[in-house]
């Protein structure tokens, strides 16, 4: 099974620093407005997102943790190491460096090929990405796990993500033929876009960026992936939809019936803090 995860952290998150909310206190916002998002510390416990979003994730068997950063990365770093109950994992950091003539990264796809470039072992084995602002469960985390051949990603079922109508729609759309063979990735989807992905028990596909690769297969297509015009970047489901042309049935859904709680502006603060008071944990 699948023993190394790669979660980019490397975003320069805008929306929340640019976003507000009351009543999440000063602390809150300051940390929204400065830290990467998974660092932002929620609830009374002050532990990250990232911290619960790294339990998880062992407890689901994974052990070696490549974590995408940006270069000035220090203070990300001795945070990871100082968070505690997470002794089964070994940490590995990538830094996702900017191109000349560039003030941002050159986005997700760009963040996974410097990985494989900075760490050849994963050119040759399979491996998980995931980002890091989602809580992902140990559940969804063991599904990706037990992909062995091939690739796959979580398709979550749509009914049960607890976001509004508006929010699902700027997710990216998930096509599958009969065999839920990924055939297409749909950004930014219109209505009828919706319909005509439902399957026939009217079922619509959510991907929340949680991937399982074959290195020695994706390594080719993240490298050649090309510059989305719209949005200035590289991007992951680019290279992948290039995959799939070359190799229609190499990417697997795994359907997934749960919620998956994200930060996206400073809203979401409170909202993964309800969550996280539900948890055991």
Do not use: W
Not at 79 to 104: A, E, W
């Amino acid at each position: 099974m699948t023993q190394s995860l790669l979660i980019m952290a490397a975003g320069a998150s805008s929306r929340m620093k640019l976003s507000v909310a009351e009543n999440i206190g000063s602390v809150a916002t300051e940390q929204a407005n400065n830290r990467t998002k998974g660092l932002i510390e929620i609830g009374e416990n002050g532990k990250p997102l990232l911290y619960y979003l790294l339990r998880n994730a062992q407890d689901a068997g994974y052990r070696t943790i490549y974590l995408i950063t940006a270069a000035d990365a220090s203070f990300f770093r001795s945070t990871i190491c100082s968070l505690p109950n997470l002794n089964q994992l070994r940490f590995v950091f990538v830094t996702q460096h900017i191109p000349k003539g560039r003030i941002k990264p050159l986005g997700t796809a760009d963040a996974v090929f410097q990985a494989l470039e900075q760490f050849s072992e994963l050119q040759t084995n399979n491996f998980s990405v995931c980002n890091s602002d989602n809580l992902y469960t140990v559940s969804a985390f063991r599904k990706l796990r037990s992909i062995e051949h091939g690739s796959g990603l979580i398709a979550y079922d749509s009914d049960f993500l607890n976001f509004s109508k508006e929010k699902i729609a700027g997710f990216a759309l998930l096509v599958f033929n009969l065999d839920f063979y990924l055939e297409s990735i749909i950004e930014k989807p219109a209505a009828l876009d919706f319909k005509k992905a439902a399957d026939k028990q009217g079922r619509v596909y959510i991907s929340m960026n949680a991937f399982t690769f074959e290195g020695n297969v994706m390594y080719s297509f993240l490298r050649d992936c090309p510059i989305n015009i719209d949005r200035d970047e590289k991007e992951l489901p680019t290279a992948l939809l290039n995959m799939i042309q070359v190799h229609p049935t190499s990417v697997k859904g795994i359907s997934m019936q749960e919620h998956v709680p994200d930060l996206t502006t400073k809203k979401d603060l409170l909202l993964l803090e309800d969550y996280l008071s539900t948890q055991k944990r």
